[in-house]
């Protein structure tokens, strides 16, 4: 099996990274330059708004936009009056809801906070806050005021659990803060543990010490860039090849694998061939495809990606596959192919939040378990926190996924200036309807004695040919002169209605 980790940098506009496994991408990550993210960066805040009736605190962390930080995520140590023992909490067991106090009671306009970012902030949203401190290491996280340690659920080996924890449960930690044994701590040896340990040690006495100096809104620590971030998090043994086409990347890289994999620099390849590295490795298309609401399964149906804001809808289509004998093997063969592509695509385009998978009907009950379980198997391969229902008499998949930052899609593209967003535009007739009864309304008016209408050239035409007659009839009836100008400066369904008194001066109606 070959997989590689490529990585492209457009020097000081954007940073591409592409995991390939076998030829086909499987995760992609793309940063901005002037787009950086904020997650994982901590700062200290204040408090600037408390909304009792949703239970959160909007936080000025000195970003430009305040922080939503809801009672679930407020640490106990805000809790007022609670004694020190009850300030701290359990690796994995934070306090329900209804044991926790009103935020009104924790926090009050001014209060200093200390947040770390959750989730990038979307559309009209701010970025998502938590007072759960959360630093990561390479095999370990670290857990400011929380106490135990933890490991991943992904490691499923109870002797391998055992080993880990008996590595940490041996080294000397620091008082009042709790560890998470990564994934990616599988099989390594007490010493890259402890290696790991000693640099989050290093790493929260510097910020603590931030903590006590500085004044609200700072920032206290910033994640690492894109690179840097990807190796720690998705790195591991089995990726075969590491390809850059940046010679200072590259001795970043050399830096980063010398602490945290010494023995596999020599994975690490410079790309310095004329031909682009994601068209040599073919992969240029795929990600165009991602791009797309549409995507075509090898068998000859498709699935179809509608986003909005706080949902998505995944569509399952048979197209032209015909192949099985029975409308019932067919549905299940295509379902079993999307059921893989669509945990493909919800990890290439990192889409979150509510997610509907309406699969093609089957009326078998054993079908339906079928693609449930290819379904999650396939997402097992996902990082991101995932939550799924059981698939309905209907083959309709209900599930949520942790989102961290946008999706791909509102990172590389705009709102349609013409649609808004909504895939759609008013037909000519549509519009030139509409403008005939905004003129009758504009020549009622007393004070209008000229009237100028400026719309697109498409618009434009349509006014002077097929509704000549009305607006003839309109100047007839009302005494007005009108005069419609065709602009390129207009598009879709833009328009400037200009009305004029009879001094010549423009009159707003």
């Excluded at 080993?163 to 560890?179: A, N, T, Y």
């Excluded at 290696?195 to 206290?220: M, V």
Aim: net charge positive; hydrophobic share 35%.
């Amino acid at each position: 099996m070959s997989r590689e980790m490529l990585i492209n940098i457009a020097e000081g506009r954007e940073c591409r990274i592409a995991v390939v496994d076998n030829s086909s991408l499987e995760e992609l990550y793309i940063e901005r330059t002037g787009a950086d993210s904020k997650v994982g960066n901590i700062y200290k805040g204040r408090v600037v708004n408390i909304e009792a009736g949703i239970q959160a605190a909007f936080v000025d962390f000195g970003a430009g936009r305040n922080g939503f930080l809801h009672i679930s995520d407020l640490h106990p140590r805000y809790f007022p009056g609670s004694q020190k023992a009850e300030q701290s909490e359990n690796i994995g067991r934070r306090k329900a809801l209804k044991e926790r106090l009103p935020i009104q009671k924790c926090l009050h306009k001014g209060s200093e906070i200390i947040v770390q970012v959750t989730k990038e902030g979307i559309n009209s949203k701010g970025p998502t806050l938590s007072t759960y401190l959360a630093l990561p290491g390479k095999y370990l996280v670290m857990m400011p005021w929380m106490h135990k340690q933890g490991v991943s659920h992904k490691i499923e080996d109870e002797i391998e659990r055992e080993r880990l924890l008996k590595i940490l449960e041996q080294s000397r930690l620091p008082k009042e803060i709790g560890f998470i044994i990564r994934t990616a701590a599988e099989g390594a040896s007490k010493r890259d543990i402890q290696r790991d340990l000693r640099y989050l040690d290093r790493l929260w006495y510097s910020i603590d010490r931030r903590i006590r100096n500085d004044n609200a809104p700072a920032e206290l620590y910033r994640e690492s860039d894109l690179v840097i971030r990807t190796l720690r998090d998705v790195f591991s043994t089995n990726i075969n090849q590491i390809v850059c086409d940046s010679e200072t990347i590259v001795r970043k890289i050399k830096d980063f694998l010398a602490q945290a994999y010494p023995r596999m620099k020599h994975r690490l390849m410079f790309y310095n061939e004329p031909v682009p590295i994601f068209n040599k490795y073919k992969i240029e298309d795929e990600i165009t495809k991602v791009q797309s609401r549409t995507v075509e399964l090898k068998c000859g149906g498709s699935i179809v990606i509608e986003q909005t804001e706080a949902l998505v809808a995944i569509d399952v289509n048979s197209g032209r596959y015909r192949k099985q004998e029975t409308a019932e093997q067919t549905s299940f063969a295509i379902n079993a192919e999307a059921a893989s592509e669509i945990a493909r695509q919800l990890r290439l385009r990192d889409l979150g939040g509510l997610i509907i998978c309406d699969f093609i009907d089957m009326r078998t009950e054993k079908h339906r378990l079928g693609i449930e379980k290819i379904f999650r198997d396939t997402l097992k391969a996902d990082r991101a926190k995932i939550k799924i229902l059981r698939i309905s008499r209907f083959g309709v998949i209900e599930m949520t996924r942790q989102r961290m930052r946008p999706s791909l899609q509102s990172t590389i593209c705009l709102v349609c200036p013409q649609c808004g967003g909504s895939g759609f535009v008013k037909s000519q007739e549509s519009q030139t309807i509409e403008m005939i009864r905004l003129l009758q309304f504009a020549s009622s008016k007393e004070q209008v004695k000229r009237l100028e209408l400026f719309v697109s050239p498409s618009v434009a035409e349509f006014l002077q040919n097929e509704q000549r007659s009305a607006i003839f009839r309109i100047e007839q009836q009302s005494s007005r002169k009108i005069t419609v100008h065709s602009s390129v400066n207009f598009t879709g369904e833009k328009y400037e209605l200009v009305c004029y008194n009879d001094r010549g001066a423009v009159v707003k109606i």
